[in-house]
């Protein structure tokens, strides 16, 4: 696993990320139990990799906006495989179009995991551009609670995207013309 990034989620992290789920649960399709909380610990954990401190996301003040500014966090709580996919709602792509997006992926013991653990990884799996994403192939993944979501997703699977490690570089880049 060494072209991820690896952060250890913290009791305290999962913690403040408990106490933010009711300000930040949005209406739309529950994949799992865990979404929310799943979702939160996503940010927490790249504002660890990119800052160097998980208290500098913004969870909370954002709510319908980019998780980071021209960044999206995509985070699934999976036993990772690099044969999972960053998945972008196409509902959500014809929306918006953030420079980046971010995978993330929780390693729980189970696809059907109701909780996140203090010392569970986070590995952060690596990035694409909108570009990338509105070039990707469509299809419906279902949730963990049922076969069919009743959504489209363009898909790239996580060994197709960009390396975590260039992504500094790029990010740093994206104004210069």
Same mark, same amino acid.
């Given at each position: 696993?060494?072209?991820?990034?690896?952060?250890?989620?913290?009791?305290?992290?999962?913690?403040?990320?408990?106490?933010? $789920?009711?300000? /930040?649960?949005?209406?739309?399709?529950?994949?799992? %139990?865990?979404? &929310?909380?799943?979702? !939160?610990? @996503?940010?927490?954990?790249?504002?660890?990799?990119?800052?160097?401190?998980?208290?500098?996301?913004?969870?909370?003040?954002?709510?319908?906006?980019?998780?980071?500014?021209?960044?999206?966090?995509?985070?699934?709580?999976?036993?990772?495989?690099?044969?999972?996919?960053?998945?972008?709602?196409?509902?959500?792509?014809?929306?918006?179009?953030?420079?980046?997006?971010?995978?993330? $992926?929780?390693? /729980?013991?189970?696809?059907?995991?109701?909780?996140? %653990?203090?010392? &569970?990884?986070?590995? !952060?799996? @690596?990035?694409?551009?909108?570009?990338?994403?509105?070039?990707?192939?469509?299809?419906?993944?279902?949730?963990?609670?049922?076969?069919?979501?009743?959504?489209?997703?363009?898909?790239?699977?996580?060994?197709?995207?960009?390396?975590?490690?260039?992504?500094?570089?790029?990010?740093?880049?994206?104004?210069?013309?």
């Amino acid at each position: 696993m060494n072209k991820y990034e690896v952060i250890t989620i913290t009791q305290e992290m999962i913690n403040e990320a408990t106490k933010l $789920i009711n300000s /930040v649960k949005v209406n739309r399709t529950v994949a799992s %139990k865990i979404d &929310t909380l799943t979702g !939160i610990l @996503g940010e927490f954990v790249f504002a660890q990799y990119f800052y160097g401190n998980w208290q500098k996301h913004l969870v909370g003040k954002n709510k319908g906006q980019l998780d980071f500014k021209d960044i999206e966090i995509k985070t699934s709580a999976f036993p990772f495989r690099d044969s999972l996919n960053l998945l972008v709602r196409e509902d959500y792509a014809k929306k918006r179009k953030p420079p980046f997006y971010i995978q993330i $992926i929780i390693n /729980v013991d189970s696809k059907k995991a109701d909780n996140i %653990k203090a010392g &569970t990884k986070a590995i !952060i799996s @690596g990035w694409a551009t909108y570009k990338d994403i509105e070039n990707a192939p469509k299809r419906d993944f279902g949730s963990k609670l049922s076969n069919k979501g009743g959504y489209s997703c363009f898909y790239i699977p996580i060994k197709n995207l960009q390396p975590i490690h260039s992504f500094k570089e790029a990010y740093r880049k994206r104004n210069i013309k």
